[in-house]
């Protein structure tokens, strides 16, 4: 960049490119004061980069001598802003069965904000599984990424079954056919209908009276999901 009256930088940026108008002939010594950044490359050249491993304000000047050793000198101010430090938590259990949700926020509103799912809010409700965090950009142009959550979300079994046998004073089998995409289904309760109640994922009851019985079957995941 060409010198101007102030540049606003960031923190840990790197490569920082400054430069004057070349002269054949001419030779530069650049110099920085407090000496707050590192000039990689460049110096005795028009053009130098700098790296920015500090805060601060620092005055950047550069000597041009040229061919007939007459001096010029031009200089330009420089302020390294600090990087934001997002911060996200969650409203509530990471944990949970799908059907519910959790709500992440960030600490801050930021001038941009930008969630790996594509969300531009200081908030967003998830209810699917994955691993969450956002970008943002203060009103300084600096950048930084938030720490990251992890989501877990545990599907609910599909609860079936079938039976076998539909006469009363015979016993009735009933048969679970749930099914879950992951994890295990480790508990059943039977409500037959006619007041009892039975667990298993196969079981027998006769019932003592012609009658239709509504019978419902509650299954339990090992997440506790049902």
């Known amino acids: 960049m060409f010198a101007q009256n102030v540049v606003h930088l960031c923190e840990g940026d790197i ?9 054949n002939g001419s030779t530069y010594n650049w110099t920085i004061t407090p000496n707050i950044a590192t000039i ?21 000047y550069v000597m041009e001598t040229d061919s007939n050793l007459c001096t010029a000198e031009d200089s330009i101010l420089v302020e390294v802003h600090p990087n934001p430090n997002p911060l996200i938590y969650a ?20 001038m941009n904000m930008l969630w790996n799912n594509g969300e531009t809010t200081s908030t967003i409700i998830v209810d699917t599984t994955g691993l969450y965090f956002v970008n943002v950009m203060d009103t300084n142009g600096c950048t930084n990424i938030s720490n990251g959550i992890d989501v877990i979300v545990s599907p609910k079994p599909i609860t079936n079954f079938l ?33 009892s109640y039975n667990l298993g994922s196969n079981i027998f009851h006769t019932y003592l009276d012609a009658d239709i019985y509504d019978v419902t079957l509650k299954v339990v995941s090992d997440f506790g999901c049902s």
């Open 163 to 195: 039976f076998d046998g539909v006469c009363f004073g015979i016993e009735t089998n009933l048969i679970d056919t749930s099914v879950i995409s992951s994890g295990n289904i480790v508990s059943w309760i039977w409500n037959l209908g006619d007041g």
């Open 15 to 23: 490569a920082q490119n400054f430069a004057v108008p070349l002269t």
């Open 91 to 110: 409203d509530g259990n990471l944990f949970f069965c799908e059907g519910n949700l959790v709500t992440l926020i960030s600490d801050s509103v930021y």
């Open 40 to 60: 990689t490359s460049g110096n005795g050249t028009e053009h130098i980069l700098l790296d920015l491993n500090n805060t601060g304000v620092f005055w950047l």
